[in-house]
Each structure stands twice: as structure tokens, then as C-alpha cells.
T-cell receptor
């Protein structure tokens, strides 16, 4: 059974650019959540995708957007990057929609640095 | 607005002793609480959880205590082992919601 994978591992972008982060969910999981973990902070919920639709969103501006594909993999897109977007971006997958938050399995994250 | 707080950034404990990690929350709507452990270069992994209808949940060496009136929970690890050295995150949620609110984490170091 393959766990949650994320790519790339590290990324450096310039302020104002756009970035796409990718996540492959664990086998059998149809729900993907994205979190932002700034340095010294805990992860903060960005949004969740269930069956290719956004299913809940945290306090993040619209320049943070996402997609989920028929194979349940997901992308996080961030437009007009700001310096404060520098963070570890975590993807978590879970089975069968709202099965319980403890069912969320996290990937290793993508470290984004905005200069 | 940090709804889940872990006021101790770090904790060092001797191997074999008890580790106690603390967490406070402000939102009285939270009814489910979790602890996650995170090693470097890995995502958080679920450790143990507790529902608000309980005040204690045990799983092997790990016990979580919940004090609803104080809006406080704690994770006890007994006995502590060097492999327990990691960052521990407390998280909370509302039943039916799909997101977790995390604390800022406590780095536990177990000294052999």
C-alpha cells in the first residue's frame, strides 16, 4: 500500500510568481486536505477536496486554489506569491469523505520558499 | 487567533521517566481532540485521540487526559523512550467538520 506522496520536495519561487504543488493520495482514499505550516507554527487548514469538489475552506484568500482529479490526486495552486507564503505545505488523504479526522494520513510536505 | 495552544515549545525528559505534554484550547465547540507526532522530513502521524464525552483514553504507553471545564488536555508518555523524540502537535475538531485546528507543537527530547 502506497502512502501519501507529494511533489516537489522543495521549491524556490519569486514574489509574484505562481506555483503548483502536487499530492497523490493513499490507495483507497477519496478525500484530500491541504494544510500550510509556517515556521514555528502548527499546520493550518487551507481546504479539502472530496470527489473533485471543494468541501470546506479555511481562512485563506482566493489566490489559493485547488483541484482534485478522478484518480483522487490533487493540486494546490497559489497565485501572486507573497513572502509570507513561505511554508511547508502538507497534504493529507482520508477514506470515504468525512470518516473522521483521525483518518487523515499526511504526506511529507513540500517546502516552499518565496524570495 | 490561535484556538489551540501549546505553551511549551520544548521538553526534555530522561529515558524511562514520564513525559507530559500540555495543550489548551479556547473554542468550546471543539469536541474531538487528537495528538500527532512528527519526525523531521515526515508528515504528522496520528498518535491518539479523545472524544469530549470521555476524560481519559489510553493506548499502550500513551494516555490522553481531557479537562473540559479547564479547556485543557495533556498527553502522558510512560515510560519515555529515545524513539519518542519528535515534535508533538495537539489538534482539535468539531464533529462533522472536516478540518483540524493544530497547536504550535512541542519538541520532545528523550535523553538516553
Amino acid at each position: 500500500e502506497t502512502g501519501v506522496t507529494q511533489s516537489p520536495t522543495h521549491l524556490i519561487k519569486t514574489r509574484g510568481q505562481q506555483v503548483t504543488l502536487r499530492c497523490s493520495s493513499q490507495s483507497g482514499h477519496n478525500t484530500v486536505s491541504w494544510y500550510q505550516q509556517a515556521l514555528g507554527q502548527g499546520p493550518q487548514f487551507i481546504f479539502q477536496y472530496y470527489r473533485e469538489e471543494e468541501n470546506g475552506r479555511g481562512n485563506f484568500p482566493p489566490r489559493f486554489s485547488g483541484l482534485q482529479f478522478p484518480n483522487y490526486s490533487s493540486e494546490l495552486n497559489v497565485n501572486a506569491l507573497e513572502l509570507d507564503d513561505s511554508a511547508l505545505y502538507l497534504c493529507a488523504s482520508s477514506p470515504m469523505g468525512l470518516a473522521g479526522v483521525e483518518e487523515q494520513y499526511f504526506g511529507p510536505g513540500t517546502r516552499l520558499t518565496v524570495t | 487567533d490561535q484556538q489551540v495552544k501549546q505553551n511549551s515549545p520544548s521538553l526534555s525528559v530522561q529515558e524511562g521517566r514520564i513525559s507530559i505534554l500540555n495543550c489548551d484550547y479556547t473554542n468550546s465547540m471543539f469536541d474531538y481532540f487528537l495528538w500527532y507526532k512528527k519526525y523531521p522530513a515526515e508528515g504528522p502521524t496520528f498518535l491518539i485521540s479523545i472524544s469530549s464525552i470521555k476524560d481519559k483514553n489510553e493506548d499502550g504507553r500513551f494516555t490522553v487526559f481531557l479537562n473540559k471545564s479547564a479547556k485543557h488536555l495533556s498527553l502522558h508518555i510512560v515510560p519515555s523512550q529515545p524513539g519518542d523524540s519528535a515534535v508533538y502537535f495537539c489538534a482539535a475538531s468539531v464533529t462533522g467538520a472536516n478540518n483540524l485546528f493544530f497547536g504550535t507543537g512541542t519538541r520532545l527530547t528523550v535523553i538516553p
